[in-house]
């Protein structure tokens, strides 16, 4: 759907540009990238993108700059932007809004699979593969048990996008008391967690007929060999390790483990 569709990164940061270059163009789209704002004005007019990924703070011409002339060129004021930028201050959105940009992520806190879905949004690009992938998970209840809150709070926005019903829990005492009223499709279980760790709450799950088709991923820094098989022994289905996943992996994971167990 996406298969000539030109999307234009201005963008001065060499190693963020590379990133989202090579992204887009492995997705099908025809992606330019220039580094500063007076190149950026220039490739605009040449090649007339579908959409442009802007950066606030640039060489020749910074971001606003190149809002304010869009917003005064008839031929590009249509052409819908997106900000990337480090800041995210309510002044700076108001802004940028007023000079008539669509969206803004703040790059601390975007992955390039999240650019990638704004951009989707905006140019109507959304496949029809992943539609159908959101109406199987709706209603899927997904808990994640974990205690670093930015983490589980990373993973549940990514994951109710993907169409899930979440849940959080910070702690095994918790988790537990929650098993009392529900039981969810799936849990994405932390291992070192304070009070009761994930192995004790695996062998409570794994050792009631009420949770016998409940899956559950451990979710752990905790990487060994002998750590990993611990937790399959224990009746986990699968074993993902903090530091070598990407959140797009996490889904992946967690769509494979559901499938299986024939729940979407």
Do not use: C
């Amino acid at each position: 759907m996406n298969q000539g569709k030109k999307i234009l990164i201005i963008e001065d940061e060499q190693i963020l540009g590379d990133i989202l270059f090579n992204k887009f163009y492995a997705e099908g789209y025809n992606a330019f990238w220039e580094t500063n704002g007076d190149d950026g004005l220039r490739k605009m007019r040449e090649v007339k993108p579908d959409l442009v990924l802007l950066d606030l703070v640039m060489p020749k011409k910074d971001g606003y700059e190149v809002l304010e002339e869009i917003s005064k060129d008839e031929a590009l004021k249509q052409i819908p932007v997106i900000i990337i930028s480090n800041s995210g201050q309510p002044i700076e959105l108001k802004r940028i809004i007023e000079l008539g940009a669509k969206d803004y992520i703040v790059k601390a806190q975007f992955s390039p699979d999240d650019v990638l879905e704004k951009v989707r949004k905006y140019l109507g690009d959304e496949t029809e593969s992943s539609l159908k992938n959101k109406n199987k998970t709706s209603g899927v209840k997904l808990w994640i048990v974990e205690d670093d809150s930015f983490l589980s709070s990373l993973a549940a926005g990514r994951l109710e996008k993907e169409g899930y019903k979440i849940s959080v829990a910070v702690d095994g005492a918790q988790v537990l008391k929650m098993l009392e009223t529900d039981i969810p499709d799936l849990m994405l279980l932390d291992i070192i967690m304070p009070g009761t760790s994930g192995f004790e709450v695996l062998k409570i799950i794994k050792a009631d007929a009420r949770f016998k088709d409940m899956a559950v991923i451990i979710f752990s820094n905790l990487g060994q060999e002998h750590e990993i098989e611990e937790g399959i022994r224990l009746g986990a289905d699968d074993f993902l390790v903090k530091a070598k996943f990407t959140l797009k992996e996490v889904v992946d994971k967690i769509n494979a483990v559901l499938k299986k167990k024939g729940k979407i």
